[in-house]
């Protein structure tokens, strides 16, 4: 199988490069351990991940993301092509496996100046990780619980909590598709141990790594996912009555998404050296941009790709400028800070069009931006969220209007809206606060919702229904396993 075999070199990647083969991390050092969990971060960087396509498809394959052709990427992706698609699948098996290794090193370890405190933490760190790379595998290779084409439902994805450390292991291992639910019960599991094992992230400490308000904000959006409300209620609030002061407002959101780290952040995915830089092909900067620097728009740097359609531009409150030729030569704005992070690109490509900059060398460099994966204004929607649909209008209410209020707009009026209108202020506050961060094809698909393609040529409307709502489990894991069942119409 792809993602079984740990070899030598890619055990571990971290900088200072060290490596360890399968054999020596069973019985690990302090050392070695400590690296080889740095080893399980690393995937997250990857292009078929946090570094590229689990933020740009997500976009792409919903109503958010138009493609530009000036490099001829994400094209049929905006269109929504058979095969086209996510392709995480055994970069995140392959991390999954790394994690095993390490779980099942940790209560042998034989060195004798580890304590049974970095014995739990660790345990802590490499559960959150492991979590969220199934979960990211879920949401994307099968259906999202309470919203189940139940005719094309093939389950989830296989469960696989044992290291696998052999190649003759990894050749003769066939799994099979656990359940949906096998699935996000094994999720909740690791989470639950996250929670508890972890330390709490300190005002010194830097988001790319594991804490425990990370673990409760990735368990909110997991249970958000699940329909679970009282325990997205539950974790949402915990991490905002640690971390709720970090919402940025009017006076400091732009300059938050300019520095490397964005104060918001609850988990980021560090790209620190140089070495990782993506480059200007696939990094998340040239794909959403041509520009270097906001406001400089002589040159072209970047592709711009990927660009805002039409409707999300209207939500953002940001209306484009355009001269007597109609070439875009700016934009104006509407009170929501929100829109600011979007503007026109540079003159150097064919067309001009309202790009976002929300990954433009934050780090000093071009092309090597940190990810932000979980953010605290998350807590407030997921939660807001959780309360509407337990009729709890008025706190949901609460929620929805401390982000309005944050980002420049004025507060709703309880007397004023339903049930429904909330509801749907809260899908339309995700929209405009995730906008090109790798949300809307999720809520989307979590909702069972069609995907209305904005004025695209040759693209109609995909129905929830349609074969193309889940990618294809890639060919290695189907052939020669007649128990493995591959997603509907592939």
Not at 347 to 375: A, C, H, M, Q
Not at 400 to 409: E, H, I, K
Not at 468 to 477: F, G, K, N, R, W
């Amino acid at each position: 199988m792809s993602f079984s075999m740990v070899s030598c070199e890619d055990l571990i990647d971290q900088d200072p490069a060290q490596s360890i083969d399968a054999e020596g991390a069973l019985t690990a050092s302090k050392d070695n351990l400590k690296a080889a969990i740095v080893g399980i971060y690393s995937p997250l960087k990857a292009t078929t991940n946090y570094g590229n396509r689990l933020i740009t498809l997500p976009e792409a394959l919903s109503d958010n993301g138009r493609a530009t052709n000036h490099s001829g990427r994400l094209v049929t992706e905006a269109r929504n092509a058979r095969g086209s698609h996510f392709t995480h699948y055994a970069n995140n098996f392959s991390a999954i496996n790394r994690a095993n290794l390490v779980l099942e090193a940790i209560p042998n370890m034989a060195d004798p100046t580890v304590t049974d405190a970095e014995k739990t933490a660790w345990t802590g760190e490499v559960k959150f990780l492991r979590a969220l790379y199934y979960f990211d595998l879920v949401r994307a290779y099968a259906y999202i619980p309470g919203a189940i084409v139940e005719a094309k439902n093939r389950g989830g994805v296989p469960i696989i909590t044992k290291a696998i450390t052999t190649k003759e292991g990894a050749l003769t291992y066939k799994p099979t598709r656990a359940s949906i639910d096998e699935v996000y019960d094994l999720i909740y599991a690791d989470l639950t141990d996250a929670v508890d094992k972890l330390g709490n992230m300190t005002s010194t400490s830097r988001p790319n790594v594991a804490s425990k308000q990370a673990a409760q904000a990735l368990f909110s959006r997991v249970a958000l996912y699940r329909k679970d409300w009282n325990k997205v209620i539950e974790m949402s609030s915990a991490v905002i009555t640690a971390r709720g002061a970090t919402l940025l407002n009017t006076s400091n959101y732009l300059n938050a998404w300019s520095t490397a780290v964005n104060t918001e952040s609850l988990f980021e995915v560090e790209f620190r050296n140089t070495n990782e830089n993506i480059g200007v092909n696939e990094s998340l900067q040239t794909t959403f941009t041509t520009l270097t620097i906001r406001g400089t728009r002589g040159s072209a740097v970047g592709f711009g790709d990927l660009v805002p359609t039409d409707p999300l531009l209207a939500a953002l409150g940001v209306t484009p400028v355009r001269n007597a030729a109609g070439t875009i030569t700016g934009a104006t704005y509407s009170s929501d800070i929100r829109g600011r992070l979007f503007e026109a690109g540079g003159t150097g490509r064919s067309t001009v069009n309202i790009e976002t900059t929300k990954f433009i060398g934050k780090n000093g460099t071009v092309n090597l931006d940190n990810v932000p994966v979980l953010r605290i204004a998350e807590m407030y929607l997921n939660r807001a969220e959780a309360y509407s649909e337990l009729n709890n209008n008025s706190l949901a209410l609460q929620d929805v209007n401390t982000l309005r209020v944050s980002r420049g707009l004025p507060a709703i009026d309880i007397a004023v809206v339903t049930g429904q209108d909330i509801k749907n202020e809260i899908m339309l506050q995700r929209r405009i606060e995730f906008a090109f961060e790798g949300h809307r094809f999720f809520d989307l698909k979590r909702k069972g919702l069609n995907i209305i393609k904005p004025a695209q040529p040759g693209v109609p409307t995909i129905l929830f229904e349609d074969d193309v709502i889940l990618p294809a489990i890639p060919t290695s894991e189907t052939d020669g396993n007649p128990d493995f069942k591959q997603n509907f119409g592939y």
